[in-house]
């Protein structure tokens, strides 16, 4: 999330130094922010899967070497095109790591208290990384050090994720893949990959020649080609991912993190290139999102097993809703504690509110081999999801800003990208309030000694059902 954030809090300065023009807005400098979050959940799609088969430990170690290597040669790129390109490729490190480190954790702890807890913890990385990514973005870019300052940015993201990893080498224990016998879909992983890398490819195409026209098109195929891939896993999901709350369940948390992308963007944009704000001001400004981000993510772990997840859910949408609608309605110049202060505050709780109420469901939902395959999921509709709502607003914005001409600085163009952010916040909740319907999960241990040791097939029936630890306990015993 540090290096996520980098591109975001830093994203104009970068594209400044690449010779990228923010007139009639920052609509192309947007890549910067948009190209490592896109691989990243175009790839953490069947990442979660290699893991199953060769190791969560494993996969998550060769995630993490290619993103240093990556990261390295990033910081000797000059050019804006080749930039975004190498930034994507980092990426697909991020994509190895993330939804791997979901599935050990939810291999470790058992459903219940432990790993709702575990995974607020894991969730409230999210905006505490945020809030690091752009205090050492604007150490390194905000203070006036040119490209020198840009190239130690990354070298420094590369020499922090060596000896993190370097440390989980060492403190992992040796691991037994969950299914080492298992099989991968290549087919349906290649279909779904390059169906997002498709829509990726095309949109870069499109921004790079400056013709935001028909950007949306390649998007369908795109995401036929993901349910292509989710629907085939070797090992499909149990039956409970099946039912009928799932899929919009699925549907309003895509449109969460698409809001929540499209806030994030502009809320820098408006920060740094209407009220001339520096990377550093912005990241000292972003204090409360990390602070309250982190509350959030612990209280949203909090409160899975005492409130259904379509009303937690409903907190996150309205969140970004309201947060949207805040940063839209404000003046050109304004004091940062009458409506940027409250957004900053309220945002906290879309991601983490969304992110993990949908992976405790969804990892709770599954037994133990298929971990990897819940965590991929919710780690494509979240990274995806942010840079396709980034996607969409920035050709809103563009071609706002271009039917305008140049009076109001780009102003306009924000606030319409803002207003498509708060209107597919809306449809969210919309879609929340009136189709999921999902009881409270109050269960604690495995579903069964089976699923306790990995074996065996299948899965949960419902939410709330399943055997205690100490039942699990009791009938080992008896074998």
Not at 209 to 216: A, E, V
Not at 373 to 378: F, M, Y
């Amino acid at each position: 999330m540090i290096s996520n954030i980098v591109g975001l809090a830093a994203g104009l300065e970068i594209s400044k130094m690449l010779g990228v023009k923010m007139a009639p807005g920052p609509g192309q400098a947007n890549w910067i922010a948009a190209a490592y979050p896109l691989t990243q959940g175009t790839f953490v799609l069947v990442s979660g899967r290699l893991g199953a088969v060769y190791g969560h430990k494993n996969v998550l170690l060769w995630g993490g070497a290619w993103f240093v290597v990556w990261s390295v040669v990033n910081g000797f790129v000059g050019q804006f095109t080749p930039f975004i390109i190498v930034r994507a490729l980092s990426g697909i490190g991020g994509a190895l790591m993330m939804p791997n480190v979901v599935a050990l954790i939810a291999i470790t702890c058992p459903p219940g208290k432990l790993r709702n807890l575990s995974l607020g913890f894991f969730s409230a990385s999210g905006p505490t990384g945020g809030w690091l990514g752009a205090l050492i973005a604007g150490a390194f870019v905000g203070g006036g050090q040119g490209r020198m300052g840009m190239k130690w940015l990354f070298f420094t993201l590369a020499i922090m994720a060596a000896v993190v990893l370097g440390a989980l080498w060492i403190l992992l224990p040796q691991e037994k893949p969950v299914d080492r016998q298992g099989k991968i879909d290549w087919i349906g992983a290649v279909l779904g990959t390059s169906g997002l890398i498709s829509s990726t490819s095309s949109r870069l195409v499109k921004t790079l020649r400056n013709s935001p026209h028909n950007i949306f098109n390649p998007t369908p195929c795109s995401l036929r080609h993901l349910g292509v891939q989710i629907h085939k896993q070797p090992h499909p999901p149990t039956r409970h991912m099946a039912r009928a709350s799932f899929l919009p369940l699925f549907i309003a948390s895509l449109l969460c993190f698409m809001s929540n992308g499209t806030l994030l963007w502009y809320m820098v944009a408006w920060q740094q290139l209407i009220r001339h704000w520096s990377v550093l001001d912005f990241a000292i400004g972003w204090t409360p999102f990390g602070i309250m981000g982190t509350i959030g993510a612990v209280l949203s772990a909090y409160l899975i097993p005492r409130l259904a997840a379509q009303w937690i859910l409903a907190i996150g949408a309205l969140s970004i809703l309201v947060s949207n609608l805040l940063l839209a309605t404000m003046p050109a110049q304004q004091s940062y504690w009458a409506q940027v202060f409250p957004a900053t505050v309220l945002m906290a709780f879309c991601p983490d509110f969304v992110y993990t109420a949908a992976q405790i469901i969804a990892s709770n939902s599954v037994r133990r081999r298929h971990q990897g395959v819940a965590a991929s999921l919710i780690g494509t509709l979240n990274l995806y999801g942010n840079s396709l709502g980034l996607g969409f607003a920035g050709t809103v914005e563009t071609e706002v800003s271009a039917g305008s001409g140049s009076g109001g600085g780009g102003v306009q163009g924000y606030r319409a990208a803002l207003y498509f952010g708060a209107a597919i916040a809306a449809v969210a909740l919309l879609v929340d309030i009136t189709f999921v319907r999902m009881k409270r999960d109050e269960r604690e241990g495995w579903e069964d000694e089976g699923d306790r040791e990995g074996e065996g097939e299948g899965g949960i029936d419902s939410v709330g059902r399943g055997t205690s630890t100490a039942v699990v306990s009791r009938n080992a015993a008896a074998r």
